[in-house]
């Protein structure tokens, strides 16, 4: 299965419950008995031009919002979990979730720059030249999502607005923490809390609800 789909553009191993977070999906499949016609369903029914066609083109762009869109994580809470294997069904068991995140256009690291450490005085470079190629490729429509304590532990406290605007010139940019909102954040930038990172990344695992999210974060009024 992983072999034969490897071609697709996009591919994500989708729980039950990460289903259940797609428009409708409940509704539009409810008659489906089995589990692995329903996904197939939900998107035949969506095709069809009928009473719901207006909600169907809505339930479509966000969908292909959510698949388009690329975003980059920064934070060492999503880049530990990429190591563990797919919780998407038998197909997917031996799969780490981070050749999965790839498919699904989340992009996360790999842990030769552990976003763990204490210090980044030896990676501080090696991030910086990851988040600069990424953003190079980015779209005005992608996102980049970091956790503020990497911020600090990469920039004095001057420093992290002037880098984060800088960022936000050519991509989305979103902070995360659970302390509430930092006090030096940029008006361009911004915030989601860290539970609802971690819900939407670990949790569910879902693009359309990491989508959802990233769109509903509010930019910061803390200058």
Known sequence: MWKKETYATHLEAL???A???LPDFAKLTENVIDSKDKLKNYLEVLSYDNVNQNMNVITHHKIAESVLTKV???DER???TTKEPSEGGRE???I????LYIKMGVIVPNNALNLSENSFETIKIEIEKFIESEIKEAK???FILIHFSILER???KDEIKEKLEDWSKSINVVVTSGRGIPNNLSEKVRFVNLSSVITSFVDVRSKYAINYLLNSSRKSNKI
Do not use: A, G
């Open 72 to 74: 980059i994580v920064i």
């Open 15 to 17: 729980s039950s419950l």
């Open 154 to 156: 990469m920039y004095e």
């Open 78 to 80: 999503i880049q530990n």
């Open 140 to 142: 005005p429509t992608d």
């Open 96 to 99: 780490p979730f981070r050749e």
């Open 92 to 94: 997917f068991k031996t």
């Open 19 to 21: 289903q259940s977070k």
